[in-house]
């Protein structure tokens, strides 16, 4: 644990561990005096360095940490690059000269291709500052610029956690105006500064938590939706498992109905015209209402031979 990111308290180390925090000063005044680089920092208890653990890896071991590490998400800019590939050599110069040329030469041929479109370097230092305020359960003072807004908003938040998901990193935070963690895209702030005060996260929050009742990003109250697919499209609907709530049932002639528990978000409902006139929504009426403004709306752009400006 000392050697992970985050500093600890002697409080959170003797919860951790059920003891006493007179056991744990005890263990880390021993490991200071057996020569370990273990230091008391403004933020708490950490190691300087880790120490190398006399362990080795398989060929499987080392091409399956390739591929993790070939996402575009840890790469593309971000602080975790640099770090990464600097894990990867520690790890590679603790397995065999034969496993590593092996697991090099298979790793063009098992990549990890998550789609990442931004470029994190403008923002490397908000995304470490972010991450530091995770570990840490710190304030932060962030400055975001909202899709559609003018200028940047000034935001007192406590970062919960950070996250990947579709094409971009995101933070989950509770802004201090606000009651609950609100979804925050990572390359829109624009200046992000640690507070000197701390926050409890609250009990049990989890990153999957944050996300379980919102459709991919957009967060709301969740409603009951019925959508009948046609019968091509059932087996797509089947091998993934897009939402916690999904639940699929079979009709006669092969057709399917997907019930599941979303907001009504705009990513949804432009997943769901995605699939055209193959889709139906049944249930709840201003949904149904929405989908058939939008098609008439549709209808009325590609009736008159299209955009004059074209």
């Keep these: 644990m000392l050697c992970g990111h985050r500093s600890w308290r002697l409080s959170e180390l003797a919860e951790?561990?059920?003891?006493?925090?007179?056991?744990?000063?005890?263990n880390l005044r021993s490991l200071c005096e057996a020569g370990f680089p273990v230091v008391n920092g403004?933020?708490?208890?950490?190691?300087?360095?880790?120490?190398?653990?006399p362990v080795s890896f398989t060929v499987e071991e080392l091409l399956s940490l390739y591929t993790a590490a070939s996402a575009p998400a840890l790469n593309a800019g971000t602080p975790l690059a640099e770090p990464l590939k600097a894990a990867m050599h520690k790890i590679e110069s603790l397995a065999s000269p034969e496993v590593t040329k092996v697991a090099r030469?298979?790793?063009d041929r098992v990549q990890l291709r998550v789609s990442s479109q931004s470029d994190y370097k403008a923002v490397r230092e908000v995304f470490r500052r972010l991450e530091r305020a995770v570990y840490d359960a710190r304030y932060v003072e962030a400055y975001y610029q909202a899709l559609g807004e003018k200028k940047a908003r000034k935001y007192v938040?406590?970062?919960?956690?950070?996250?990947?998901?579709?094409?971009?990193?995101?933070a989950a935070a509770i802004p201090s105006d606000c009651e609950r963690a609100l979804t925050f895209k990572l390359i829109r702030f624009k200046r992000v500064s640690e507070l000197d005060r701390t926050f409890v996260p609250p009990p049990g929050f989890s990153v999957d938590a944050h996300l379980s009742r919102a459709w991919e990003l957009f967060d709301g109250e969740p409603v009951d939706v019925t959508v009948k697919f046609a019968a091509r499209l059932v087996p797509l609907i089947k091998e993934q498992q897009r939402h916690a709530t999904q639940r699929v049932e079979d009709l006669p002639g092969g057709a399917a109905l997907l019930h599941v528990q979303?907001?009504?978000a705009p990513d949804f409902i432009a997943w769901l015209?995605?699939?055209?006139?193959?889709v139906e929504v049944l249930h709840p009426p201003e949904l149904r209402a929405r989908m058939l403004e939008t098609a008439r709306a549709m209808a009325k752009t590609y009736g008159n031979g299209g955009s004059r400006d074209a």
């Design 273 to 278: 015209l995605g699939f055209g006139p193959e």
């Design 16 to 26: 951790e561990f059920r003891v006493q925090r007179s056991t744990i000063w005890r």
């Design 42 to 53: 403004r933020y708490g208890w950490k190691m300087m360095s880790a120490t190398a653990l």
């Design 157 to 170: 938040l406590a970062p919960l956690g950070l996250f990947f998901r579709r094409h971009a990193w995101y």
């Design 262 to 264: 979303v907001p009504l």
């Design 105 to 107: 030469r298979a790793k």
